[in-house]
């Protein structure tokens, strides 16, 4: 009879083992429903993250398209800019050696020639300054007339009084 006891025992103990198996597996399948819940919830979140993303990252795309492009503009502006730069100070030095040239002719014919021609070239030089002047003026009221806002024939005050 202890054997059956010893059996029954064992029987129930197993019973029980099984029993808790069970309740185990079913709150595990429980946490893992829940889990996978979790997991679909967050796979749409990223997928709508990643929609979001997409998103920006078009306009910021063409944007930065647009950036390099207004800087590769700036960099051909700046290019032409400093030969512009260049080509006026080669002018420059160009102007300043006729004019040493002339000045240094000037001086040699002056010299060669006496107190008459120098006279009649010092003469010479203030009417070709006078010249200049002359051009220079007109040249400036001729710019002045073209930007004017009333630059038309019957446009402005009438100045025929």
């Known amino acids: 009879m202890d054997s ?3 059996e029954a025992i064992a029987v129930a103990a197993f019973v029980a ?4 198996i069970l309740l185990w597996l079913r709150a595990a399948d429980r946490k893992l429903a829940k889990l996978l819940t979790a997991a679909e919830a967050m796979e749409r979140h990223t997928a709508e993250a990643k929609e979001q993303v997409c998103e920006l990252l078009d306009p910021m795309t063409a944007s930065m398209r647009n950036v390099q492009k207004q800087l590769e503009g ?3 502006l700046s290019d ?7 080509s006026a100070n080669q002018l420059s030095l160009t ?4 004019t040493a040239e002339l000045n ?3 001086e040699r ?3 060669k020639s006496g107190d008459k021609l120098r006279h009649q070239i010092t003469d010479a030089m203030d009417w070709a300054e006078v010249g200049y002047s002359v051009w220079q003026f007109w040249q400036t009221k001729r710019k002045e007339n073209r930007t004017s806002a009333c630059s038309g024939p019957d446009l402005g005050q009438d100045t025929t009084i």
């Open 104 to 106: 240094e002719t000037v």
């Open 109 to 111: 014919h002056a010299a």
């Open 80 to 86: 032409a800019t400093r030969r512009i730069g260049d």
């Open 4 to 6: 059956i006891w010893l």
């Open 95 to 98: 102007v300043s050696r006729l």
């Open 17 to 20: 083992l099984v029993a808790g």
């Open 74 to 76: 700036v960099s051909r």
